[in-house]
């Protein structure tokens, strides 16, 4: 009844970090071009930070999907493993049946064998880790042993970090400067800016199925920024609680009032710009039940 009523096909404002919906503007097309130049240039550690709710998920799973067939990748979404986890992990990834019992030297000997095995293909072999802060150091220390693989003329393997700013303060401690040193490229991902948002909005809803009919109004816009500081996890949460307001008085734009009561509904919005009457709660609550 929801698509229906916005004539979309799949919901706008989802969550998933679905790459069909990935916004090239700003800061994410920006960092999207740095994470493929650096790999193109065969750079070996890469790091994207940036807050919460951010992109930075969908933005690893936008670069998996475009690397082409001269890349081998390798992805780690839950990095808080033991050295001999991620040593598993990783020669999982690159389809090795490792045997911890013969110990960890035996098991890096084995993933160099593939990883020059690879190289002699032709192939680049790119590690993407998720949620990097998360890390022991412990076991970044094996990452970065890992990436001490490397023949006269290129690097074996290609790792790009993708973490909270807590990754930096990690980054900053004496015990594993060798791995800092060794990061080249570097990104910040930033909220979206204000002029940025409404491009957002009306991309999502057309990738969506969206024919112009639904849309957010310049006021709409306006307060859905400020209530969200441009954090897209935000943003999305805000938007739907926002269309989920409109289906239910039967309407199709969504106004200042809608996001008015999708921002004091939500934890983490930006709250205190206005009072809520009680009567749009109510509405709220019902749109959903």
């Known amino acids: 009844m929801y698509l229906e009523h916005f004539g979309l096909r799949e919901m706008p404002f989802s969550l998933t970090p679905d790459t069909t919906f990935f916004f ?11 994470l493929t130049v650096a790999l193109q240039n065969g750079e070996g550690f890469i790091k994207v930070t940036g807050e919460v709710g951010t992109g930075k998920t969908l933005l690893c799973r936008k670069l998996l999907n475009s690397l082409g067939d001269d890349y081998v990748t390798a992805y780690i979404p839950t990095p808080y493993l033991s050295p001999t986890a991620l040593i598993l992990a990783f020669g999982d990834e690159l389809g090795l049946d490792i045997d911890v019992s013969a110990g960890t030297h035996r098991a890096l000997k084995q993933i160099t064998e593939r990883l020059i095995e690879l190289c002699g293909s032709m192939k680049k072999v790119v590690l993407c880790i998720d949620e990097a802060q998360a890390m022991p150091l412990q076991t970044l220390e094996t990452l970065r042993l890992i990436t001490n ?4 003329k290129r690097k074996l393997l290609h790792v790009v970090l993708f973490g909270q700013p807590e990754l930096d303060e990690m980054l900053k401690r004496t015990s594993i400067r060798q791995l800092r040193q060794r ?24 990738v969506a199925g969206g024919n112009g009919e639904v849309g957010f109004d310049a006021s709409a816009v306006k307060l859905l920024h400020r209530g969200s500081g441009g954090v897209p996890r935000l943003v999305n949460i805000l938007a739907h609680k926002a269309l989920l307001l409109g289906f239910g008085q039967g309407i199709k734009a969504i106004s200042e009032e809608q996001v008015r009561a999708a921002i004091h509904d939500t934890e983490g919005a930006v709250k205190g710009l206005f009072e809520i009457l009680p009567s749009w709660r109510s509405a709220l609550a019902g749109s959903r039940g």
Request: hydrophobic share 30%; aromatic share 16%.
């Open 183 to 206: 990061i080249t490229f570097s990104y910040t991902l930033q909220p979206i800016d204000r002029h940025g948002l409404d491009s957002y909005l009306k991309h999502r809803l057309l």
């Open 149 to 152: 693989l490397e023949t006269e």
């Open 24 to 34: 090239g503007y700003g800061h994410y097309i920006d960092a999207f071009n740095t």
